[in-house]
């Protein structure tokens, strides 16, 4: 039988962050308070000072989780400050990250938490095409320096955007993604950007909104879907294969808890804990109506053994991965989402870049950067002919002439896809749509990392490519890179 401890124990995420290894997760505010109505404000005021005096003191909340924000700044007016440590994220959509649009954004985040300064402000971006993501974080980061936000994170970003984050300069403690015994994504390519960068993950979906719980053990599957939460997560459960490898998996995992005289919530926590780049979980929490801290502190009272692991294992061994990186399923289909499909979502998303008419040749379209370059040298970023898109050599010029990772070749190129995806995107093309690329790299040590990415981006595609080294590429840059699209549409 677990002994379970008095208290959770508690990790430093960055200086003088330090917070319990389970979170208290409040997306349910929004799911409860659906209806219209908010969530008694004393009962759930009440439900938070009992999680964290029993050392669940981290909340962990966003400016879409209903008033989960306004709730915790009334337990914090009554209990103190420094009683609780305030998580909250910022999801604005794309578009301009001027530096107002910005501050407006953290001020509304402080003035719904009665903060002078928020511990960790994650921050959510919806398409990496769009570059305002790197002018957001630098804002953000000079926020930080000013005293208004402690630490920043990000939520749901890719290992290469979260590599550049890094790269570029930005102190990026946290990224927050999804991670259970059903989406193993972060295991792979994410651990290892983690152990490079020192960022550690802050992982939800880790009871699959319920699902990985006792209560579904030899259960048939549901007709209906009670809630937003077990919505989302019982579309990752038809992903992998379906409620029978939904129900191997929790087979595995009762026989483990039974061993150990735990559930099987906590067994699919501690699954998790014991990932290498894993800092916390996030357990949800729904104020007022259901309390699990005393089951969330035996997650520390035992460890998974190898025989439990090759369980585990074995239970996994039928599954489908989940496809992509970490924060794909809000990207590009299929949309794992409580929303299901956000085609229409995407399609109503500012463009990075507009197309106009050539003055000398009115049957192409052109793309213009506004790179004081190009009427200086008379070239367009981008031009379509016909059915031809041709994309001139791009480097990881962010603005009129910041470089995006200085001397780093594989964050750069990052930076060069996304932007030649834009500029295909305005000309009514696509990145499946290229036929051929060309790459440019100065020191041809990085031609790995660089080809590793090209890898990742156009892996299903398969274009024609050449890679060469270059002795000295204009203005400094590890790699440039030029794309030709062919659009039969």
């Known amino acids: 039988m677990a002994d379970r401890p008095l208290r959770p124990p508690r990790i430093e995420l960055g200086p003088g962050l330090e917070v319990p ?31 964290a005096d029993a050392g669940f003191d981290a909340f962990d909340m966003a400016d879409h989780y209903g008033s989960a924000e306004i709730l915790v700044a009334r337990y914090l007016a009554h209990a103190g400050r420094g009683r609780a440590t305030a998580f909250t ?22 003035e719904r938490l009665g903060l002078p300064r928020i511990d960790l402000l994650q921050f959510h971006w919806w398409q990496y095409r769009h570059p305002g993501y790197l002018d957001a974080m630098l804002e953000l980061g000079r926020l930080r320096r000013d005293g208004r936000i402690g630490h920043l994170g990000v939520t749901n970003f890719d290992a290469d955007h979260l590599r550049l984050l890094v790269r570029h300069g930005i ?16 295991a792979g390519r994410m651990t290892e950007v983690c152990r490079e960068t020192g960022v550690k993950l802050l992982a939800y979906g880790v009871l699959a909104g319920g699902f990985l719980s006792d209560r579904w053990v030899d259960r048939p599957e549901p007709a209906e879907i009670p809630d937003w939460s077990k919505s989302k997560y019982k579309r990752f459960i038809d992903t992998v294969g379906g409620w029978g490898v939904l129900q191997r998996v929790l087979g595995a995992a009762k026989t483990i808890a039974v061993k150990h005289g735990v559930s099987v919530a906590n067994v699919a926590a501690r699954w998790v804990l014991e990932q290498e780049a894993v800092g916390a979980v996030i357990i949800g929490a729904r104020l007022g109506e259901r309390e699990h801290r005393g089951d969330n502190l035996a997650v520390f009272g035992f460890a998974l053994d190898d025989e439990d692991k090759a369980r585990l294992v074995e239970a996994q061994s039928r599954m489908r991965e989940i496809p992509g990186d970490c924060g794909d399923e809000y990207r590009k289909p299929p949309f794992l989402t409580a929303s299901g499909d956000l085609s229409h979502h995407f399609a109503g998303l500012p463009r990075v870049f507009e197309a106009r008419a050539s003055t000398a040749h009115p049957e192409r379209r052109i793309v213009e950067s506004g790179s004081r370059w190009e009427p200086i040298a008379g070239y367009a970023r981008a031009v379509r002919a016909g ?13 009129e002439s910041t470089v995006v990772c200085p001397g780093d070749a594989e964050g750069q190129t990052v930076y060069i896809l996304d932007k ?8 009514g093309g696509e990145l499946g749509d290229v036929a051929r690329t060309r790459i440019y790299v100065r020191d041809a040590a990085c031609a790995e990392r660089v080809a590793r990415v090209h890898g990742r981006y156009f892996g299903a595609i398969r274009p024609a490519n050449t890679l060469v080294e270059i002795a000295g590429l204009v203005g400094g840059y590890e790699v440039e890179i030029e794309a030709e699209a062919e659009v039969s549409r």
């Not at 505010?29 to 009962?43: I, Q, S, T, W």
Request: glycine share 8%; net charge negative.
């Open 171 to 186: 102190p990026v403690v946290s990224n927050q993604v999804s991670f259970s015994l059903l989406d193993r994504r972060p």
């Open 89 to 110: 994220k910022w999801c604005p959509l794309p578009g301009p990250m001027t530096p107002e649009v910005v501050r407006e954004g953290v001020k509304e985040r402080l």
């Open 21 to 51: 290894r389970v979170l208290t997760g409040l997306w349910q505010v929004a799911d409860m308070e659906r209806d219209g109505k908010p969530l008694d404000p004393d009962h759930a005021t009440l439900a938070l000072g009992e999680y």
């Open 420 to 427: 030649i995806g834009a500029a295909i995107e305005a000309l």
């Open 387 to 399: 059915t031809r898109i041709l994309v001139s050599g791009t480097t990881a010029t962010h603005g």
